[in-house]
């Protein structure tokens, strides 16, 4: 007779297990697993312990290293007052940053901005805060390294300068560059020092653009216009100028050269009697000057470096043991996250032998700038 299974086969169910055959014993609980989530358990309890520690550390440290002992902290949206070197009296010696090319990058004020020290809105929040209180100041410094800048932003900046009380003395240092609109700032001071190798002067203005027509006929590109008159797209490079823009362009450009010889001759009139004194003299025709050159030309009165313009701020205004501050408009916290600042996508950036990154250079205005050999330069 044939074996008889206990389960059919379409129950599908496995066989009984072998009632000889012991069943295994229950899993036991794995030690190392036990101690590392006891390690981690622990880890997360000290890291959450110490990090607020670390954190309150660093805020202390930090504001220790930004604000060191008798300085001036920042008023968030206002102007930050560096000691820069102690002195004794009841004013100081203000000194401004001009550096790079100087144009209007930030839109409003805030704690944690990124402005240069080309920003012409932070220039002259720094010369407001000195107008609205010239008791507190016995001179000013401008510290200058600049190829200049643009045209109105310059103009605001001088403008601004020539607002100051005029019993308040200033004087401009120029140390590798104080071109252009540089210039055009500086020669509204009471006294400029230059270094002799130094390059200044460089009057003039420049508009760039780019045709690309011929690279569109090349891909077989056809711009299509409408246009409300005939010069609405003027600087246009996907086509030629006419030349009734042309013209027009360069009566611009001519106005601005103009007011620039008026403004350094109202600066240095014992050089430069009239703006066309200055048209003439070799500066005129836009080129650079050595320092040493410049002083011959009378555009400076002394070569020299910071510590001689130092020296020449405290004669001038009669504050021998004066402190110096500088007025950056910015806040020192600031100028740790400058750096992490993008730039505008689409724009161009220009890059200055000596001189950190100036940025974007807005298309369609006119600069009072000296241009760099190799680079090229679409305002």
């Known amino acids: 007779m044939p074996d008889t299974y206990p389960y059919s086969s379409s129950s599908q169910v496995p066989f009984p297990p072998d009632s ?26 000290l890291f959450s312990l110490i990090l607020p520690s670390l954190l309150l550390t660093f805020c202390v440290v930090s504001c220790a290293l930004l604000f060191p002992k008798g300085e001036t902290f920042p008023v968030p949206g206002g102007d930050s007052q560096e000691v820069i070197r102690p002195g004794a009296g009841d004013k100081a010696i203000a000194v401004i940053p001009i550096q790079g090319v100087i144009g209007f990058y930030s839109q409003e004020s805030s704690f944690l901005d990124t402005s240069r020290s ?30 200049g800048g643009e045209v109105v932003a310059s103009d605001m900046i001088r403008r601004q300068l020539d ?17 252009s609109g540089g210039y055009y700032i500086a020669s509204g001071s009471d006294w400029i020092v ?25 891909l077989g590109l056809k711009p299509v216009v409408y246009r409300s008159g005939e010069f609405k797209d003027i600087l246009s490079g ?27 001759s ?27 050159d410049a002083l011959k030309l009378g555009m400076l009165d002394q070569l020299g470096d910071f510590e001689d313009a130092v020296e020449e701020a405290r004669k001038l205004g009669n504050c021998p043991n004066a402190p110096l501050v500088r007025l950056s408009g910015r806040s020192r916290l600031s100028s740790l996250f400058s750096s992490l600042a ?25 600069f009072y700038l000296l241009p760099q050999e190799g680079e090229t330069l679409i305002p």
């Open 266 to 292: 109202q600066g240095r009139p014992s050089f430069f009697p009239t703006p066309e004194d200055v048209e003439k003299s070799l500066a005129g025709d836009g080129r650079p000057l050595l320092g040493s």
């Open 194 to 218: 230059a270094n002799p190798m130094s390059l200044t002067g460089s009057v003039g203005v420049i508009l760039h653009s780019m045709e690309y027509r011929g690279l569109m006929d090349k």
């Open 118 to 147: 080309g920003d012409a809105s932070r220039i002259l929040q720094a010369l407001r805060r000195i107008q609205e209180s010239p008791e507190d100041y016995a001179a000013v410094i401008l510290d200058m390294n600049t190829p």
């Open 20 to 45: 000889s055959t012991p069943p295994p014993p229950p899993p036991k609980a794995s030690s190392g697993k036990a101690g590392s989530y006891f390690c981690g358990c622990l880890c997360g309890c």
């Open 163 to 179: 607002r100051l009380p005029p019993d308040l003395p200033v004087v401009t240092c120029i140390r590798s560059l104080g071109a």
């Open 342 to 366: 993008p730039l505008p996508q689409g724009t161009l950036t220009v890059n200055l032998p000596g001189l950190s990154p100036q940025g974007a250079l807005p298309m369609g205005h006119r």
């Open 238 to 264: 996907s086509r030629e100028a006419t030349p009734q823009e042309q013209e027009y362009l360069t009566y611009m450009v001519r106005q601005d050269f103009q007011h620039f010889c008026q403004v350094v």
